[in-house]
């Protein structure tokens, strides 16, 4: 079992950035974490994940690759979303995710893929 909590969200103007941090507690055997967000009125998405085992490669959707970069901290049990160039359709809660233990997906953004959420930060981008 493990306890997800998200943190740095907040308000900025589009072209700024915010670093969102995830703080894992307990153990678990995802084989990948991961950033979802959903807007209002829209499906949650995938939006960054990295693959926990061997060498931590990492996935992004595509509206966010060049302006966002995730990151993990094995030892602090951490995970990282660092964006940049934020726009006002980055506007979004964001929710850190981890994946069932010991199973393999085919893809990284499947959301019933992942069995551990945390309760999700706000970011607003006004333009």
């Known amino acids: 079992q493990v306890h997800l909590v998200e943190s740095g969200g907040g308000s900025v103007q589009a072209g700024g950035s915010l670093r969102l941090s995830c703080a894992a507690a307990g153990y678990t055997s995802s084989v990948y974490m991961a950033w979802f967000r959903q807007a209002p009125g829209k499906e949650r998405e995938g939006v960054a994940a990295i693959y926990i085992p061997g060498s931590n490669n990492t996935h992004y959707t595509d509206s966010v690759k060049g302006r966002f970069t995730i990151s993990r901290d094995h030892a602090k049990k951490t995970l990282d979303l660092i964006m940049t160039s934020l726009k006002p359709e980055d506007s979004a809660m964001y929710y850190c995710?981890?994946?069932?233990?010991?199973?393999?997906?085919?893809?990284?953004?499947?959301?019933?893929?992942?069995?551990?959420w945390g309760q999700g930060t706000q970011v607003t981008v006004s333009s």
């Open positions: 995710a981890a994946s069932r233990p010991f199973y393999y997906p085919n893809t990284w953004d499947r959301r019933d893929d992942y069995s551990f």
